[in-house]
């Protein structure tokens, strides 16, 4: 999936070369501009393990903002210690590499969602349709709260080493299979049509996923008439003709 970055305005000229084009970037975005941006506003810190120090989880808070904002490729470890007041050398006492605090960024929030929809009070819901729908609730409601550091988690991958991209594949891997079996569990006892499992499943993870390039907190909808909203839309998706 393809996800614009956030419009950048007023942007200067770029020289060429990659290299001005990423120091002109970024200039534009300082760590007040990033703190100070609604858009960059959710629950992202409540994320970061609570075994890591307070000063490690205010620079994931910090990172998670510049790599949403500017990309992973484009942030210094600059950028991410000035959001917190830090010289840049201090990062690298927390952290041994800035691919590293992305990796957790990303690490962290793959494994967290995946357990929000694992969690009892959804797996144990009756019927096949109210399973799937609040299953699709939980996880759209779950991408709206951390809009912030799903769009890393979507959009920077390329930023990881090969290691630790397996590792994330296998965790979308397991996601991917367990809305699959939500939806073939509701196929296989009639209460959802004949409908491609495959092809379904990747159009309602697309749902609660591509919001993150546009929602923010103080929109028009809340996380949860969101999640709702879009739980809907998803068994209107597996309820039709049967064959």
Known sequence: MVIRRMPVAGMRPESKGRGARMARRQARFTAQDLADDPRLRDHSPELWRPELGE????????????????????????????????SPAALYVHFPSKELVLYEIIRVGHERVLAHVQDPSIVGSGSS????????????????????????????????????????????RRTNAYFRGAVARGVADGTFAQVDVERITRAMLSLSIDLVRWYRLDGADSPEQLGDFYADLALRLVTGPRD
Do not use: K, P
């Open 55 to 86: 000063v490690q989880r205010r620079l994931l808070s910090s990172a998670v903002r510049c790599f949403a904002a500017n990309g992973f490729h484009a942030t210094t470890t600059r950028d991410i210690a000035e959001g917190v007041g830090l």
């Open 129 to 172: 349709a109210d399973r799937l729908r609040a299953i699709v609730a939980a996880y759209t409601v779950w991408h709206a709260r951390h809009h912030v550091t799903a769009r890393v988690c979507q959009m920077e991958l390329n930023g990881l080493t090969a290691e630790h991209y397996a590792e994330i594949v296998e965790v979308r």
